[in-house]
């Protein structure tokens, strides 16, 4: 289960990736048009890309430890008061995550039954680029869980155990 959870971080963060090429491409695209006097809207397809690059990037992220905490104070903790901190911080992200991770869905569903459509240049169905956002926060949401079962298993999480050795809590 281990390999088949860090497989779809690291999807995730291809899929985030590839979002930031189409970004480039989009912009590269518009430029050359202008030499050539055709009219190229990357403005919202570059919008598009850039909200799924930051959701699909969030578990990947998360997981690899390269998100802001700030461990001023969590240093000085103990090691049962901060597992205590870590679980009470997971469970409240938890909350917040599934919540968004329900309306954002909700969004979908409503964006596919009304037939919402983009007002730029091209007529994209809102629920395209906003399935996106949806997918990309439930794999969060499944990293959130992940490594609050694990930090219950008195484990590290992951964010400690893959964050880079330079920023590293040295605990």
Same mark, same amino acid.
């Given at each position: 289960?281990?390999?088949?959870?860090?497989?779809?971080?690291?999807? @995730?963060?291809?899929?985030?990736?590839?979002?930031?090429?189409?970004?480039?491409?989009?912009?590269?695209?518009?430029?050359?048009?202008?030499?050539?006097?055709?009219? !190229?809207? @990357?403005? #919202?397809?570059?919008?598009?890309?850039?909200?799924?690059?930051?959701?699909?990037?969030?578990?990947?992220?998360?997981?690899?430890? #390269?998100?802001?905490?700030?461990?001023?104070?969590?240093?000085?903790?103990?090691?049962?008061?901060?597992?205590?901190?870590?679980?009470?911080?997971?469970?409240?992200?938890?909350?917040?995550?599934?919540?968004?991770?329900?309306? @954002?869905?909700?969004?979908?569903?409503?964006?596919?039954?009304?037939?919402? !459509?983009?007002?730029?240049?091209?007529?994209?169905?809102?629920?395209?680029?906003?399935?996106?956002? @949806?997918?990309?926060?439930?794999?969060?949401?499944?990293?959130?869980?992940?490594?609050?079962?694990?930090?219950?298993?008195?484990?590290?999480?992951?964010?400690?155990?893959?964050?880079?050795?330079?920023?590293?809590?040295?605990?």
């Amino acid at each position: 289960m281990r390999n088949k959870l860090n497989k779809l971080y690291l999807y @995730s963060g291809y899929l985030s990736a590839f979002f930031m090429v189409l970004i480039a491409l989009t912009i590269i695209a518009q430029i050359f048009g202008r030499f050539v006097n055709i009219t !190229i809207d @990357s403005t #919202e397809t570059a919008g598009f890309s850039l909200a799924a690059l930051t959701f699909f990037g969030l578990s990947y992220t998360f997981h690899n430890g #390269e998100h802001i905490r700030v461990t001023l104070f969590t240093r000085l903790l103990g090691k049962k008061v901060r597992r205590y901190q870590e679980l009470f911080s997971l469970s409240f992200c938890i909350i917040i995550i599934a919540y968004l991770t329900y309306w @954002s869905w909700d969004f979908v569903y409503f964006s596919f039954i009304f037939d919402d !459509i983009s007002p730029g240049l091209l007529a994209i169905p809102f629920w395209i680029p906003r399935i996106s956002m @949806s997918i990309g926060v439930t794999i969060f949401l499944v990293a959130l869980i992940d490594d609050f079962v694990t930090v219950l298993k008195n484990e590290p999480p992951s964010y400690v155990k893959n964050a880079n050795p330079i920023l590293k809590d040295n605990t």
